[in-house]
Structure formats: structure tokens, C-alpha cells
T-cell receptor, first 113, second 110 residues
Framework: DTAVSQTPKYLVTQMGNDKSIKCEQN?????MYWYKQDSKKFLKIMFSYNNKELIINETVPNRFSPKSPDKAHLNLHINSLELGDSAVYFC????????????FGPGTRLTVL | SQKIEQNSEALNIQEGKTATLTCNYT??????LQWYRQDPGRGPVFLLL?????KEKRKERLKVTFDTTLKQSLFHITASQPADSATYLC?????????FGKGTMLLVSP
């Protein structure tokens, strides 16, 4: 059983489009995250949710909107996609907060043309 | 501003040797420090966590040290194997977040 899953694995789209990435964890964790890893491999936190509530919202354009319908899911919706949004997006989860190990999904490679 | 530095150049070593990776940080007082491994095309995988009041942590062939005075962590892989080739990321925990370094690529040749 996959612990943290993301769909789709690859996403190629045109500038200006709106797209969503889905994430699910079956570990029973309370906290979920979205990270962005750019072309230089720098992994940066975007959002953190604890029990469906937003905890961390780093400096991210408001075109990015996370949604957590329940504790096991954290989806990422992106409006008006720009070239600079091209990156690999990772979902992760942890039992409770950042002091515990985080379990990462396989990543979604987003390419904006 | 907070800064985490890991060797940007790849570390090349021969199989059987000990690999030592460095993580330095500034303007930070983390309570915990974690190390992750990332293979190409995959998400990071947790390896070890060390607390600020711990000097050293071991797990099988892995050893991590944490020196809060030097603001440095060292990550050692003993008896390295080609399968250990990957990028290794250190991450510092703060309030509700983990901040990652850029990682160091380790290449172990047979």
C-alpha cells in the first residue's frame, strides 16, 4: 500500500490554465504539506495543514490554493499557470508537526509551456 | 536571514570507504535536525532525526552528529556501497516547518 500518493505524476499544460494536483495519505497522520522543488533541486515548503486547518502559508502567490476536504487529503489548485510554476511538487505528511519524520509522495512534475 | 549550507559539489568516494556529508546553518536554533535521502525522480525518504540535546545518533551504517555550538551536523555512511549513491538533504525544524538544505549528491563507485 502506498503511504502518500499523488496524482497525476506528470502534468503538462499551457500558460494561463488552471490545474489541480491531488494528494492522499493512508498513514493516519494529522499534518500534511505541500513542497515545491525547483530546477535547482531546492525543496521549499508552501503550505502545511493540521487536521484540515491551514497552519503555514509561506510566501506563495495567491494563485495557489490548497484544499483539505478531510485529514487524509490535501489537494493543490493552481490558477492562471505561469512559466515559473514549472517544478516538481511534493506532498508529505507527518504524525504531528515538523518535529516528526515526514513521509513524501512521489512528486508531480508540472511543466508549463 | 536563516541559511542552511550543504556541499554543493558532488562527493565521489570508493565503495567501502566512509562518506561524510556536512550541513552548516546560521541564524537558526533548531530543536531538531533531520536527514533525508532523495533518489532521482522520487520523493525524499527520512533517514535519521537528532535532537539538540543529543550529540550523536546511529542507525545501522549511518551516524549523525549535531553540534549546536558550531551550528553543524555531520552525516556519515560507513562501508559505503554503490546503492548509497543519492542526494542527501539535511532539514532543520522550526515552528511547524522543516527547512531543507539544497542537498549533497553522493556517488559511490565500485
Amino acid at each position: 500500500d502506498t503511504a502518500v500518493s499523488q496524482t497525476p505524476k506528470y502534468l503538462v499544460t499551457q500558460m494561463g490554465n488552471d490545474k489541480s494536483i491531488k494528494c492522499e495519505q493512508n498513514l493516519g497522520h494529522d499534518t500534511m504539506y505541500w513542497y515545491k522543488q525547483d530546477s535547482k533541486k531546492f525543496l521549499k515548503i508552501m503550505f502545511s495543514y493540521n487536521n484540515k486547518e491551514l497552519i503555514i502559508n509561506e510566501t506563495v502567490p495567491n494563485r495557489f490554493s490548497p484544499k483539505s476536504p478531510d485529514k487524509a487529503h490535501l489537494n493543490l489548485h493552481i490558477n492562471s499557470l505561469e512559466l515559473g510554476d514549472s517544478a516538481v511538487y511534493f506532498c508529505a505528511s507527518s504524525q504531528d508537526g515538523s518535529n516528526n519524520e515526514q513521509f513524501f509522495g512521489p512528486g508531480t512534475r508540472l511543466t508549463v509551456l | 536571514s536563516q541559511k542552511i549550507e550543504q556541499n554543493s559539489e558532488a562527493l565521489n568516494i570508493q565503495e567501502g570507504k566512509t562518506a561524510t556529508l556536512t550541513c552548516n546553518y546560521t541564524n537558526y536554533s533548531p530543536a531538531y535536525l533531520q536527514w533525508y535521502r532523495q533518489d532521482p525522480g522520487r520523493g525524499p525518504v527520512f533517514l535519521l532525526l537528532i535532537r539538540e540535546n543529543e550529540k550523536e545518533k546511529r542507525k545501522e551504517r549511518l551516524k549523525v552528529t549535531f553540534d549546536t555550538t558550531l551550528k553543524q551536523s555531520l552525516f556519515h555512511i560507513t562501508a559505503s556501497q554503490p546503492a548509497d549513491s543519492a542526494t542527501y538533504l539535511c532539514a532543520l525544524s522550526g515552528y511547524s516547518t522543516l527547512t531543507f538544505g539544497k542537498g549533497t549528491m553522493l556517488l559511490v563507485s565500485p
